[in-house]
């Protein structure tokens, strides 16, 4: 069901209640929200670094990210993978990783087995595409005059009951714009116009984009969609 507008203000009023509320002792240490800037760059697994397993947070192990065999997670990368990072903490970067069936990791990983990539100059045809991660999509189309026509959607307890019982959440997202400086950015205006990301009203749906290596990393405003719904996330091309 996708959320009405006036049922969307009460639920991001509540959820901004909730983040003002949450104390900062309760934030884990290598989180989403940690990958989703500008500031985000591109490394890869080095050749002389192996197999490299992915470290666990203070949040399911005490002490840790850390070299205590206990830290070590079963997840792990090899020399090549490339990751998406933004915080460190000391010898560790925390990174998000999506594998080759779409599965998303994110956590710490040793920052002497990472190495910058390089980042080339991008183009309209670098945005295009069939992008997935785990419940949502979005579709990038080039259009006339370097705009990119974006679609998407997205949902939230997509499950055999829920579906019997109508109460699957789904969202959707459309517009078109034009990239700039490397961010492709817009609101959704409620007369279906698409408008620049700092226009519209309070609660209307905003959404932000940028391409990193093999990635597009975007984050909305928990505003595109029903309860629980969101675009955020790291995704991948389809093959």
Avoid at 8 to 34: E, I, K, Q, T, Y
Avoid at 87 to 93: H, N, R, S, V, Y
Avoid at 217 to 224: H, K, L, P
Wanted: aromatic content about 8%; glycine content about 12%; charged content about 20%.
């Amino acid at each position: 069901m996708v959320m009405n507008s006036a049922i969307r203000r009460l639920f991001a009023a509540a959820l901004a209640l909730a983040l003002v509320s949450l104390p900062s002792s309760a934030r884990a240490g290598c989180v989403w929200s940690d990958l989703a800037g500008d500031e985000t760059w591109v490394s890869v697994v080095s050749p002389e670094a192996g197999k490299t397993h992915f470290i666990k947070d203070a949040v399911f192990v005490k002490g840790c990210p850390g070299n205590r065999p206990e830290c070590q997670d079963r997840a792990f990368l090899v020399p090549g993978d490339l990751v998406v990072t933004k915080l460190t903490k000391g010898e560790f970067a925390c990174v998000g990783y999506v594998g080759p069936k779409g599965q998303t990791t994110i956590g710490w990983l040793p920052r002497p087995a990472l190495t910058a990539a390089p980042e080339p100059e991008q183009a309209p045809k670098d945005w295009t595409g069939r992008w997935v991660t785990p419940a949502q999509e979005i579709t990038i189309k080039a259009a006339r005059s370097n705009l990119l026509i974006v679609t998407g959607k997205a949902t939230w307890g997509d499950t055999p009951e829920r579906r019997n019982t109508g109460s699957v959440h789904t969202g959707e997202i459309e517009g078109s714009m034009a990239p700039k400086d490397g961010v492709l950015a817009f609101t959704m205006g409620d007369d279906g116009r698409t408008l620049p990301h700092e226009a519209g009203g309070e609660y209307a749906c905003r959404i932000r984009m940028i391409r990193r290596g093999p990635y597009l990393v975007a984050r909305d405003n928990n505003g595109c969609g029903g309860a629980n719904v969101s675009f955020s996330g790291l995704y991948r091309r389809a093959r």
